[in-house]
């Protein structure tokens, strides 16, 4: 579930994310619903040890919690998702190596949700941390270095016109970056058409980004 990847993530182990569908559940009057959730999220995860690394099934569980989040999109309106939970749903997916998956999420996080990757997190994602530091030298150069290459990468989506990345036409760059970045590499263009079918079948979304691409 999303919840275990976070703690697989190496993040603060809050009540943050459980308290958003606690209320997703009772707001839509389905109260024995957020019982169950919180018995499934809370005892199951205490008793749960996660070993270091990639685990492949992590994946399937993981989207699954995310069509859990869809199914009450509602309750984020009409000012969207909360920017922390978002970052932990995109840090969630980079942490288990769901490429496919983050994508997937990246796409119905700005069309379901209302939310667009402020640089910070695109840096965060770039450099595979939830703390930007300069703390020490080492620190300072990567976080520049990444800085560069973001500049850079969206110059290039510009095609050269600094003037095309001000206001919201920098948020849909950040958006295209953090997107090609992590796009699949397996495979060719029909196994890439499989895996995003399945992927947002799994996660609940797939009607929604159909929709949308059709808008």
């Not at 995860?45 to 199914?71: C, I, W, Y």
């Not at 509602?74 to 980079?94: E, N, Y």
């Not at 976080?143 to 948020?171: P, V």
Request: proline share 3%; aromatic share 10%; charged share 30%.
């Amino acid at each position: 579930m999303l919840w275990e990847a976070f703690r697989e993530a190496d993040m603060k182990a809050d009540s943050f994310i459980i308290n958003q569908l606690l209320e997703s559940y009772i707001q839509a009057g389905q109260s024995k619903e957020a019982i169950n959730l919180y018995l499934r999220l809370t005892l199951a995860v205490n008793r749960l040890h996660v070993s270091a690394g990639f685990v492949p099934d992590q994946a399937e569980p993981t989207r699954a919690m995310f069509a859990e989040t869809v199914k009450f999109r509602h309750v984020f309106q009409p000012d969207g998702m909360d920017g922390q939970l978002a970052r932990k749903i995109l840090h969630t997916f980079r942490r288990i190596k769901d490429n496919t998956g983050f994508v997937v999420a990246l796409s119905t996080l700005r069309d379901a949700f209302g939310f667009m990757p402020p640089e910070t997190l695109v840096l965060e994602l770039m450099l595979e941390t939830t703390k930007l530091t300069w703390d020490s030298p080492t620190h300072r150069r990567r976080l520049m270095t990444a800085k560069r290459d973001l500049d850079r990468g969206l110059l290039s989506w510009a095609e050269g016109d600094a003037s095309r990345l001000e206001g919201q036409h920098r948020g849909e760059a950040l958006f295209e970056y953090l997107q090609k970045r992590y796009w699949p590499t397996e495979g060719d263009d029909a196994l890439k058409r499989k895996m995003f079918k399945e992927a947002a079948e799994q996660m609940g979304v797939y009607d929604v980004l159909r929709k949308g691409a059709k808008e």
